[in-house]
């Protein structure tokens, strides 16, 4: 099955720092999205994005298919951005009746005051 | 606003119970989907539904078995629950076909003692 391989596994930043979090894939995919989990374990999706650039407000996040990785880009950090930060990845070429996403380990993200 | 709610937050079971966990979606989303989370593992996908009487076995189904009566709601069934399965467990859904952006439940965090 495809591999997901998230890096770092940790970062801790001072409030206001930017960050790039990467997320590379074994496999052609045709589903990519990034997700962030708070302290109290609430996964939120921030971004659907299997290719292109998107922007959310202080995040945003670009997917090049064709190297097979995504990057989640964080400017001007807040504590509120603290959790973990996971994408998952969906093969192209999964077969009939699969609708499985692969997720990556996640980075932690610890923004500090 | 998509909703996913999970019946229980916090559930502390004994040795050999049968376990429910409930799990409704509010956007008439054809998939969903149960995870487990746990530390150093990621999220690993249990079962999915892509219909209503339909389900599809992920990547750890020994031990649980699903119940998807009404397209809204897809319980998780532990037939005879073990402390190997005290875990965070994450319900999820998504419009059909082809995974879409998926929306997760605030999850349930389960003790088998």
């Known amino acids: 099955g495809i591999q997901v391989e998230q890096s770092p596994p940790d970062l801790i930043l001072q409030e206001g720092a930017n960050s790039t979090l990467r997320c590379n894939f074994s496999?052609?995919?045709?589903?990519l999205q990034w997700f962030h989990q708070n302290p109290w374990g609430q996964l939120i999706n921030l971004f659907y994005?299997?290719?292109g650039t998107k922007q959310n407000g202080r995040l945003s996040a670009t997917t090049v298919a064709t190297e097979r990785y995504s990057l989640l880009y964080i400017s001007s950090s807040q504590t509120t951005d603290s959790g973990v930060y996971f994408c998952?990845?969906?093969?192209?070429?999964?077969?009939?009746?699969?609708?499985?996403?692969?997720f990556g380990k996640g980075t932690k993200l610890s923004v500090i005051p | 606003d998509v909703k996913v709610t999970q019946s229980s937050r916090y559930l502390v079971k004994r040795t050999g119970e049968k376990v429910f966990l409930e799990c409704v979606q509010d956007?008439?989303?054809?998939?969903m989907f149960w995870y487990r989370q746990d530390p150093g593992l990621g999220l690993r996908l249990i079962y999915f539904?892509?219909?209503?009487?339909?389900?599809e076995k992920g990547d750890i189904p020994e031990g649980y078995s699903v119940s998807r009566e009404k397209k809204e709601r897809f319980s998780l069934i532990l037939e005879s629950a073990s402390t190997n399965q005290t875990s965070m467990y994450l319900c999820?859904?998504?419009?059909?076909?082809?995974?879409?952006?998926?929306?997760f439940g605030e999850g349930s965090w389960l003790t088998v003692v």
């Open positions: 539904s892509y219909d209503v009487k339909m389900k």
């Open positions: 999820a859904s998504s419009f059909g076909g082809d995974v879409n952006t998926i929306y």
């Open positions: 998952a990845a969906h093969l192209t070429y999964s077969g009939a009746g699969s609708y499985q996403l692969t």
């Open positions: 994005i299997p290719s």
């Open positions: 956007m008439d989303h054809e998939n």
């Open positions: 496999d052609s995919v045709n589903n």
